[in-house]
């Protein structure tokens, strides 16, 4: 009867234990992905992307009407959140406090979703030591005439210039146009020392190579160049969450690959979430990166010329 269709059609709603409204509402046009598919997705990927994005401030891109329209980019709470997205009060350079967004667990991720959150932006410490960044990254911008294989090469290259100085790290395809290559640290840091070093580091790369990396935002000195954008290692900075979608034409995934698998990429915005779900029943690319305990020793920042 009328009784258990509506029941039948509000369980095929709920995903995660979370209400979702407008569940055939379409986000991704081009692919006619739903709301109710990008839940999906974020139910089935939740343990994997939480090792990366939980239980840290996010910044979230939300798009209430698909991403083709309006988009806005959201770093504080403003109210309205289901309860699973939870709030962490933080305070600012300027001494006032402000509540910031958290998610610990699949409910989480999809009720962010329901609040139309197409990507989610994290910060590169954790709530329980806010001040000591658990992860360095080195978000490479290409200037719009080069190729994928001049950004791969250059990923490379700085894992090649971090493993010298004895940091390891992991490559994460942005989704969009670059490659973001990650180093976990053991939190011995502060983000003044930490934002000191990722400078130098793309200072030092710039001044090596000059025709190959500039490290200042300037797009006019970017022409041929990679802009090695080390300011998302700034208190209050985001990168993209491994295994965020992205609210651009096709609905990629910020993807985190293995080194070998990245030599292989014709381009950062080729996952889907499908193939994205498909991937995890395969190794994790970034198996090794709980394990890692690393820090900015002295070694490290002698090589960037500090200290
Ligand atoms: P691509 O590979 O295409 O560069 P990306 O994720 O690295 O993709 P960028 O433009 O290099 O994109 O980085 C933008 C970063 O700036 C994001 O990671 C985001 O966290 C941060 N950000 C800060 N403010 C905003 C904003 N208003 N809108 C979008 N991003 C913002
Ligand atoms: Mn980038
Ligand atoms: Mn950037």
């Given at each position: 009867?009328k009784?258990?269709?509506a029941?039948?059609?509000d369980?095929?709603?709920?995903?995660?234990?979370v209400?979702?409204?407008?569940?055939?509402?379409?986000?991704?046009e081009?692919?006619g992905?739903?709301?109710?598919?990008?839940?999906?997705?974020?139910?089935?990927?939740?343990?994997?992307?939480?090792?990366?994005?939980?239980?840290?401030?996010l910044?979230?891109v939300?798009?209430?009407?698909?991403?083709?329209k309006?988009?806005?980019?959201?770093k504080?709470?403003?109210?309205?959140?289901?309860?699973s997205v939870r709030k962490i009060?933080?305070?600012?350079?300027?001494?006032?406090?402000?509540?910031?967004l958290?998610?610990?667990d699949?409910?989480?991720?999809?009720?962010?979703?329901?609040m139309?959150?197409?990507?989610?932006?994290?910060?590169?410490?954790?709530?329980?030591r806010?001040e000591?960044?658990d992860?360095?990254?080195?978000?490479?911008d290409?200037?719009?005439?080069?190729?994928?294989?001049?950004?791969?090469?250059?990923?490379?290259?700085?894992?090649?210039?971090?493993?010298?100085?004895?940091?390891?790290?992991?490559?994460?395809?942005?989704?969009g146009?670059?490659v973001?290559?990650?180093?976990?640290?053991?939190?011995?840091?502060?983000?003044?020392?930490?934002?000191?070093?990722?400078?130098?580091?793309?200072?030092?790369?710039?001044?090596?190579?000059?025709?190959?990396?500039?490290?200042?935002?300037?797009?006019?000195?970017?022409?041929?160049?990679?802009?090695?954008?080390?300011?998302?290692?700034?208190?209050g900075?985001?990168?993209?969450a491994?295994?965020?979608?992205?609210?651009?034409?096709g609905?990629?995934?910020?993807t985190?690959?293995s080194w070998?698998?990245?030599?292989?990429?014709?381009?950062?915005?080729?996952?889907h979430?499908?193939?994205?779900?498909?991937?995890?029943?395969?190794?994790?690319?970034?198996?090794?990166?709980?394990?890692?305990?690393?820090?900015?020793?002295?070694?490290?920042?002698?090589?960037?010329?500090?200290?």
């Open positions: 009867g009784g258990a269709a029941m039948t059609n369980d095929a709603a709920r995903v995660a234990g209400r979702l409204t407008h569940p055939d509402r379409v986000l991704f081009s692919q992905l739903t709301k109710r598919d990008l839940a999906h997705y974020y139910e089935r990927a939740a343990e994997r992307m939480l090792v990366y994005a939980g239980g840290r401030p910044s979230l939300r798009c209430p009407q698909g991403r083709q309006a988009c806005f980019f959201q504080h709470d403003s109210g309205g959140f289901p309860e009060p933080i305070t600012e350079k300027d001494g006032s406090t402000e509540d910031y958290y998610v610990s699949a409910a989480g991720l999809v009720s962010a979703l329901q139309n959150a197409l990507e989610f932006h994290i910060w590169g410490s954790r709530n329980d806010i000591n960044p992860r360095m990254v080195f978000d490479l290409p200037d719009e005439e080069l190729g994928f294989d001049a950004v791969k090469a250059a990923a490379i290259d700085l894992k090649d210039r971090l493993g010298r100085l004895g940091l390891d790290s992991f490559p994460l395809v942005s989704g146009k670059g973001h290559v990650v180093a976990p640290l053991s939190r011995r840091q502060d983000w003044t020392s930490v934002k000191a070093f990722a400078r130098a580091f793309a200072n030092t790369a710039a001044d090596e190579e000059p025709q190959r990396y500039v490290a200042t935002m300037s797009k006019a000195k970017r022409k041929g160049r990679i802009f090695i954008d080390w300011l998302r290692n700034e208190r900075s985001t990168a993209i491994p295994y965020s979608t992205r609210s651009r034409q609905a990629p995934v910020a985190p690959v070998e698998e990245l030599e292989g990429l014709a381009a950062a915005n080729v996952f979430p499908a193939d994205v779900l498909a991937r995890l029943d395969q190794p994790d690319p970034w198996s090794d990166y709980a394990g890692v305990r690393q820090s900015l020793t002295k070694k490290a920042l002698s090589g960037v010329g500090l200290a």
